[in-house]
C-alpha cells in the first residue's frame, strides 16, 4: 500500500473494553472500517453507545461514530474479517476460546495483549495457537509498541509495529489499522515482539521504583539501558532476533513505558519506591498493570531457560518477597563487574 491508495475497508470486531481496545476501536473507525466492540458489561455498553465514551478508562475522549458497542461476544465475532483481542493477558486463553466458536474461519486475528501466562509460561502466540483452530491458529498477528491509549484517543502521531509468521497477515492487519495519525510497520519476528512487549513492563516497574526512591536520570537510564540488555538475552533465548530489539517493540516501548506518566506499570513502581504496599496499590488501581503478573512469569522463565536477568529478579523481590527497594538497588550495584557486551563467537 502507497500513500494514495485507501485502505480496503474491513468488518472488524474489538474484544476488549479497556482503555487500549477503546483506542484501537476508534483508530480502526477513523480508518475507516466498520467497528463491533464487545463490551463484557452490558450497563457499560449501553452508556458507551448513549455517550459515546469510554468514562471509566478515558473520560472526556469521544469515540468515533463508527464504533459500535455490544455485551454479545457471539454477536461482536460473528462474520468479521479481522478480530482484535485486547483482554488483559491472563484471561486470553478463555475469552478467546469462547470466540473461536463463532469466528469465520478466514479472519486475521490481532492480539493487542501483552503477557506471558503465570502457570503456563505460555506467550499470546502460544495461547492463542491452543486456544484457536488450526485455520486461526496461521492468521495471527500481534500489535506492539509506544501507544498509550490516551494519547492514541488524542489522535497524537503514533507508531507501532504488527507482526506475524504470514506476511500477508501482517499486511492485512497493517492495511486496517493504518490511518493518518497511526502507521503500522510490519514485522516477521513474533516472538521477538512478543517478548519485547511483555517484558518491558517489568523494567517499567523498576524505573518506577527508582523514581519513587528519589533517583535521578542516571539511574533510571541504567535500568532502561541494562533492562533492554536482559529482554534481548530472553528473546534471543526464544528464537528472536537481536536486532527486534532495537526497533518500535523493543527499545521504543521500552522508553515509553518506563519514562511516561501514563504508564500504570511505571506507576505501581512509584508507589512501591515511595514505601506502599504492593496490596494497597493494586486495589486502587481501576485498570490491570500487566507488569505485576508478568514479573513472576518472566522471572521463571528466565530461570527455566538459563538466562540471566537480575533487574527482573530484584524487582520479582520487591514485588513477591518484600525486600527493601533500597537493598534491591544496593544488591545490583554490587554484583561481580563484568564486560557490557559478550564478545562474539569467533568464526572458522
Not at 77 to 105: C, D, L, N
Request: glycine fraction near 10%.
Amino acid at each position: 500500500m502507497n500513500g494514495t491508495d485507501r485502505p480496503r475497508a474491513a468488518d472488524v470486531a474489538v474484544v476488549g473494553a479497556g482503555s487500549f481496545g477503546t483506542a484501537l476501536a476508534d483508530v480502526l473507525a477513523r480508518a475507516g472500517n466498520r467497528v463491533t466492540q464487545w463490551v463484557r458489561d452490558p450497563a457499560q455498553a449501553a452508556e458507551m453507545a448513549r455517550t459515546r465514551e469510554n468514562a471509566r478508562y478515558l473520560p472526556g475522549l469521544p469515540i468515533d461514530p463508527g464504533v459500535r458497542f455490544t455485551p454479545s461476544l457471539e454477536e461482536a465475532v460473528r462474520g468479521r474479517e479481522v478480530v482484535v483481542a485486547v483482554v488483559p493477558s491472563h484471561g486470553m486463553g478463555t475469552v478467546m476460546a469462547e470466540a473461536a466458536r463463532h469466528v469465520h474461519a478466514e479472519a486475521v486475528i490481532v492480539s493487542g495483549a501483552k503477557g506471558i501466562e503465570v502457570d503456563t509460561l505460555r506467550t499470546m502466540d502460544e495461547v492463542l495457537r491452543d486456544v484457536l483452530p488450526p485455520s486461526l491458529g496461521r492468521r495471527l498477528a500481534f500489535l506492539s509498541g509506544p501507544s498509550f491509549a490516551r494519547e492514541v484517543m488524542e489522535r497524537h502521531p503514533t507508531v507501532v509495529t504488527v507482526a506475524s509468521h504470514d506476511p500477508g497477515v501482517a499486511a492485512r492487519a497493517q492495511e486496517v489499522f493504518s490511518s493518518p495519525e497511526f502507521r503500522v510497520y510490519t514485522h516477521d519476528d513474533v516472538a521477538g515482539v512478543e517478548i519485547a512487549g511483555a517484558v518491558k513492563n517489568v523494567m517499567a516497574i523498576g524505573c518506577g521504583i527508582s523514581d519513587g526512591l528519589g533517583y535521578g536520570f542516571n539511574t533510571r537510564a541504567a535500568i532502561i539501558t541494562r533492562g533492554l540488555a536482559e529482554i534481548t538475552r530472553l528473546g534471543v533465548a526464544r528464537g528472536a532476533s537481536p536486532l527486534t530489539f532495537a526497533g518500535l517493540a523493543g527499545v521504543g516501548d521500552l522508553v515509553l513505558t518506563c519514562t511516561g506518566d501514563l504508564s500504570r506499570n511505571r506507576q505501581v513502581g512509584l508507589h512501591l519506591g515511595r514505601g506502599r504496599r504492593l496490596a494497597e496499590v493494586l486495589g486502587e488501581m481501576r485498570q490491570v498493570a500487566e507488569g505485576v503478573r508478568t514479573t513472576r512469569s518472566v522471572r521463571d522463565l528466565s530461570r527455566r531457560l538459563g538466562v540471566d536477568m537480575p533487574i527482573v529478579e530484584q524487582v520479582h523481590a520487591v514485588l513477591y518477597e518484600d525486600k527493601d527497594a533500597n537493598q534491591a538497588v544496593r544488591d545490583l550495584m554490587a554484583r561481580t563487574p563484568r564486560r557490557e557486551v559478550d564478545p562474539a563467537p569467533r568464526r572458522g
